[in-house]
């Protein structure tokens, strides 16, 4: 066994160690379900960003930055605001219930058993085929660097992150899941730097990149487009990245592995700072990983395929401690999603659709841990039966939550006329409403213009579905008197000396996106501009190109998130 072999498979035992002593203190459904909702800003944080960060950044998204737009580091940091809003106008409310899944949240909040079903199968069918895609995923990289063959490798993944969430629940997964966020991040940070470095530093291979024969418009703000290409033309790559980014958003706000994270938070001052901290720590990663994939462009432009591209690099550019590492990275990232997935499918299928059978708390979790088996055989028979497709799996299964949860979940807290049958309908309209559309996308029966995203079409469809049902329905006293609870804000929540602290964080998250503009001014708009300017023609900075107006962006959002944090938290929690 080489190097890379031997530290995937040591980093793969110490996450089942770790996960599988903790699992040892677990002692209630509660703290299996939500660790006791004694979760630090650590914790909640580590979860938060090494669920959302999954294989598909390091693979899927490195490859596009790699061959077709690696401009999208410039790109305005839109998904990241939803962790912002997210917290404030849900996660806060939705810690506040008590509840121990969303589904669960939707019961309460609706006094109804159909809406728990309903978000309880969304969540059982979405998930389940993102963790297939991130299964095999993991699987791809293990039987690619390991003497062990695909269908070995998968199933060492699936037992491996199966094992420490089955036993130790939520538990098992925020602390393993707070160990490889901090191990990916660091590698990520050495990896990035080592491969500026092998091409004589960030500016030099920025000038090399606007000069790559073959790729010349890469580093343009809106890539490489053209006839033959995903994108005809600049405004086409606009619309899509801006309806893409806005339904990643309320991806972060409120999709259920996501915002479940909240109901661990040891209190609502936990769950606002760790939204702060998540957002700017995963705009920093992903900063990094988008800034290390183009450039391996210089050492070879024709790596395919292209999702492997920090693979190859791990393989031929960095040594091989730090390939090692990096590699361990990835498949950290892929375990520590894979994790957070099943306890959420396997809590959904006990909790929300089947219920615990037993009057004890040892009853309950035994058939918890027992659901949480049955759902993970299942998936690992689906990963194996199912062709390897894991683009399109995390393509189908990635935003349906913004359009099957994302109106309900917002006027849950915000409208007192929606009624349960509207918040039943409108899950299941807008989950139909996207997946419909995308399967035959899929299947090539019918092609749709970018403005028609399905995540679009799901969206429109559960809006006015929701509007509709609720014109035609009442609200009931149950409902209604619910909602009013969720809105006074507890007297153990009013703490002023942790609610100023809280401040503070809203201030770095507006601290945040001036340093990310001046970084992409200093470090992205200048030589890129530069590189362009003829040598015998003065350098003058154009202060309005597409690419300028992209770094300006991010001082935009970040300081109006940042402004948001800080109004919510000073009026909620300060204000007498």
Sequence with gaps: MNIYTITILLS????????????????GLEDYFVVSRQASVLLIVGTLVASFLSTN??????????????????????????????????????????????????????????????AGITVIVGIGFYLIAVSQGVALIISNLTPLSYTLALFVAWASYSSFTLYAGSRGVVITDTIMFMMFSIVTLLAAFAIFNEHGGWF??????????????????HGMTGPDLQFKTPTEFLIWFLILMVAWSFVTAISP????????AKSEQVVLRSACVAAISIGVIQGLVYAAAPVVNLSNAAIEPRDEVLVWAALNILSPLLGAWLLA??????????????????????????????????????????MMLVAGLLILVASVSLEQNILWFTYFAGTLFASAWGPVAIMSIWSDRITAAAAFWGITSGFLG?????????????????????????????????LAVSRYTSVTEIERNYRLSLLKTPIEERDENAAKKTLRYAIAVGVFGLAMTTLMLVFYVTPYQKAHTPTNVDFRFEWSSGEAIFAYSWAVLFIFMGWLMYRGTRNEYLTT
């Design 329 to 370: 990275g990835l498949v950290a990232a892929a375990l520590s999603s894979a994790s957070t997935f099943l306890s959420l499918i396997g809590f959904n299928l006990s909790h929300d659709i089947l219920h615990e059978r037993g009057d004890d708390e040892k009853s309950k979790l035994n058939f918890s841990r027992k």
């Design 57 to 118: 950044t390091f693979t899927g998204q490195a490859g596009f930055n790699y061959d077709r737009n690696a401009a999208i580091l410039l790109a305005p940091g839109i998904l990241l605001c939803g962790y912002i809003y997210g917290a404030l106008y849900f996660g806060r409310y939705l810690r506040r219930s008590r509840s121990l899944t969303v589904a669960e949240y939707f019961a309460k909040r609706f006094n109804s058993r159909r809406v728990q079903l309903v």
């Design 12 to 27: 793969i035992l110490a996450y089942v160690i770790i996960g599988n002593y903790v699992g040892r203190k677990v002692r």
């Design 204 to 221: 030099a291979a920025m000038d090399s990149l606007v000069h790559l024969e073959g790729k010349e418009d890469l580093m343009a703000w």
């Design 257 to 264: 592995w996501q915002s479940s994270r909240y109901l661990m």
């Design 434 to 466: 996207n997946a419909i559309p995308k399967l035959l996308v899929s299947l090539d029966v019918v092609e749709l213009p970018v403005y028609l995203d399905p995540i679009v079409i799901g969206a429109a469809i559960s809006l006015v579905v929701v």
